[in-house]
């Protein structure tokens, strides 16, 4: 019983002082001075809506130069800051084997186009004269062999020789046959031309044999590397008596007139990204020196990149600098600033005056001295103004960072109005 007593006047202590609390509050917005706020007044004003992100200045043509074909470096004719010209020779390197390879390869196109041209034109009279000769003299070769054969198949049957000099009589008519076989065969191809399969295979053997010569004199032209462009030699990796592999990346040159910005832009600032907004550009190398350049291009996919503790998704972006930017290097890192819309001289309140609740933006105007809650539709904003496009007017004062206790018809007194 005495438990129950004590939760009962618990219960009416909380209740009253829930009602004080509650009476405290309506005394003091009908007190004369009402509750203390911020304001500031609706203003007609520049609004610039921009992104803030980070980028790396380079060369939009520059180039490496690398190794074609392997060697050991003889020469580097260069170092960082030389001005070169296009085809100016930049580094040298010694392959004696490949001036050999040249050479061999040169002599086997000699050969392969002399046949060739021996085949399209055709046998010499004294080629077919030779090959008839030949031929007639297979003929009394084979007759004399066969000759030969009877007397020795004669004299074998009555016993007078061995069967042995029977078997070798034999043996020499069938290769006098070959031979006859063989003269009959050169003799026609000499009087029938060349077949159009022959000249086919010989054009192709040529074809192969001018590929591989001028592969090798490739290789023997990538022993003189040369620069790519006109510009600035940026850097140079090579040292001499290096032995260097194709693809060894040996220097790298750049035009300064082709400096570009090359930034990553945050996923959710991406969205409002396009070609030709304006970009204001700062760097600590530069400090108190502002340079003014364009997107230029905004690439079409977002790209993730991970890390071990998060990703990060962005979407990359060329700037191109709108005029000469001498205290700009390749490789600076700076601060840029792009201007995604700007609207002259439209009504703007603070930031902190806009509330939202799901998803309706309001905010509270003071009229007579009275919060009065008002839904606004918003335009452009940055981070300190947002533009009102419908709601409010010029000169209408409204309450900073409203608390809870700001309701619709609290009195209130503004304390101080935000410029």
Request: proline share 5%; charged share 20%.
């Amino acid at each position: 019983m005495g438990k129950r007593v004590l939760t009962i006047a618990g219960i009416i202590a909380v209740i009253g002082i829930i009602g004080a609390i509650i009476t405290a509050n309506i005394y003091r917005t009908r007190q004369p001075g009402g509750l203390s706020v911020k304001a500031a007044r609706v203003e007609k004003r520049d609004l610039t809506t921009t992104i803030l992100t980070t980028g790396r200045v380079e060369l939009a043509g520059e180039q490496e130069v690398t190794a074609t074909t392997a060697g050991q470096v003889a020469a580097v004719l260069v170092q960082p800051g030389d001005r070169v010209t296009n085809g100016q020779t930049l580094i040298r390197l010694e392959a004696p084997d490949l001036a050999d390879k040249v050479r061999e390869a040169e002599a086997a196109v000699e050969v392969a186009r002399a046949n060739l041209a021996k085949a399209r034109e055709g046998a010499r009279p004294e080629e077919v004269t030779a090959a008839q000769i030949a031929r007639e003299q297979a003929g009394v070769n084979l007759a004399e062999a066969q000759k030969k054969l009877e007397r020795t198949r004669e004299l074998a049957a009555a016993g007078a020789v061995p069967a042995a000099d029977l078997e070798a009589a034999q043996n020499e008519v069938a290769r006098q046959k070959l031979q006859v076989a063989e003269a009959e065969a050169k003799l026609q191809a000499l009087t029938a031309g060349p077949r159009p399969g022959d000249i086919a295979a010989l054009e192709a053997q040529l074809h192969q044999a001018e590929l591989a010569a001028t592969a090798a004199r490739e290789q023997l032209a990538g022993t003189t590397l040369v620069a790519p462009i006109k510009g600035t030699v940026l850097e140079v990796t090579a040292r001499v008596g290096q032995w260097v592999t194709p693809g060894t990346t040996l220097l790298r040159v750049g035009d300064p007139a082709t400096m570009q910005i090359r930034a990553n832009v945050a996923e959710a600032d991406s969205g409002n990204l396009q070609p030709g907004q304006a970009v204001a550009i700062t760097g600590r190398a530069f400090w108190g020196t502002t340079y003014q350049g364009k997107v230029a291009r905004v690439a079409p996919a977002a790209v993730t990149r991970q890390s071990q503790q998060s990703s990060e998704t962005t979407v990359e972006a060329v700037i191109a600098l709108a005029g000469p930017a001498p205290l700009l290097k390749p490789g600076y890192s700076v601060d840029l600033k792009v201007t995604i819309a700007s609207k002259p001289q439209t009504l703007t309140v603070p930031f902190e005056a806009v509330q939202e609740e799901k998803g309706q933006r309001y905010v509270y105007r003071i009229v007579d001295g009275k919060a009065q809650k008002v839904v606004v539709q918003t335009g452009l904003e940055n981070e300190l103004y947002i533009e009102v496009t419908a709601g409010l007017q010029a000169g209408d004062q409204v309450i900073l960072n409203p608390t809870d206790k700001i309701q619709d018809g609290v009195t209130v007194k503004p304390e101080g109005e935000k410029q």
